[in-house]
Nanobody, 121 residues
Framework: QVQLVESGGGLVQSGGSLTLSCIVS????????MAWYRQAPGKQRELVAY???????IYGDSMEGRFTISRDNTKNTVTLQMNTLQPEDTAVYYC???????????????WGQGTQVTVSS
């Protein structure tokens, strides 16, 4: 069974920083893109950033500059460094990975349970 487990969320003051981590465990053959999404109360889930298997990082609107995504393919982890956090960054942050479990499997998106990030003003 494949699991994505996030860590690193919490409460931080405006202007502070947090680092989120996600590890993929279980029987995984190959991982394509890894990503972070977030969902604030009453809003749709939005892309924060994704990183390709080759390490290319793509950011959602207004995310680049304050957020940095990276991955370690040897450990099946993806990290999101968040700086200069603002109250509007308050949301549940979800880890996502597009992967397949065998060489003959289809590619599927897997999700973590989410980790709460709260930024106080």
């Amino acid at each position: 069974q494949v699991q994505l487990v996030e860590s690193g969320g919490g409460l931080v003051q405006s202007g502070g920083s947090l680092t989120l981590s996600c590890i993929v465990s279980g029987n995984v053959y190959s991982i394509n893109n890894m990503a972070w999404y977030r969902q604030a109360p009453g809003k749709q889930r939005e892309l924060v950033a994704y990183v390709t298997s080759g390490g290319n990082a793509i950011y959602g609107d207004s995310m680049e500059g304050r957020f940095t995504i990276s991955r370690d393919n040897t450990k099946n982890t993806v990290t999101l460094q968040m700086n200069t956090l603002q109250p509007e960054d308050t949301a549940v942050y979800y880890c996502n990975a597009n992967m397949r479990r065998t060489a003959w499997s289809n590619w599927f998106d897997y999700w973590g349970q989410g980790t709460q990030v709260t930024v106080s003003s």
